[in-house]
């Protein structure tokens, strides 16, 4: 069974930092792009970052430029995302998805973040809670 499960989820002062985790079963992650997504209470999903499957490529949203970071252990078969500088406004539930983005044929599959729209990512994760509060 093809699964994504994040882990980390806690609670964090403001100013804070709190690492996630995204670990794979069922297939091999090192052949795709992982992205991020979080969705605050009564607000759309939001795509914050991606990194490709090699790890040499990361893509962030403005909301988290410069506070985020992705990695990746491609030998633990698990994605990172280093939160810092934590604020109420990241107070959300975050996913990762994996996606095998081809832009071109001649580009190999998972080499290149899509775009942050969730049909472009295959594979979810149930979600973990992110609560920032003093």
């Known amino acids: 069974q093809l699964q994504l499960v994040e882990s980390g989820e806690g609670l964090v002062q403001p100013g804070g930092s709190l690492r996630l985790s995204c670990a794979a079963s069922?297939?091999?992650?090192?052949?795709?792009?992982v992205g991020w997504f979080r969705q605050a209470p009564g607000k759309d999903v939001e795509g914050i970052s991606c990194?490709?499957?090699?790890?040499?490529?990361?893509k962030y949203a403005d909301s988290v430029k410069g506070r985020f970071t992705a990695s990746r252990d491609n030998a633990k078969n698990t994605v990172y995302l280093q939160m810092n500088s934590l604020t109420p406004e990241d107070t959300a539930v975050y996913f990762c998805?994996?996606?095998?983005?081809?832009?071109?044929?001649?580009?190999?599959?998972?080499?290149?973040?899509?775009?942050?729209?969730?049909?472009?990512?295959?594979?979810w994760g149930q979600g973990t809670q992110v609560t920032v509060s003093p």
């Open positions: 998805a994996a996606s095998l983005f081809q832009p071109i044929i001649e580009a190999r599959p998972g080499s290149v973040c899509p775009p942050f729209q969730r049909s472009r990512y295959r594979h």
């Open positions: 069922g297939f091999s992650l090192d052949t795709y792009a």
């Open positions: 990194i490709n499957n090699n790890g040499g490529n990361t």
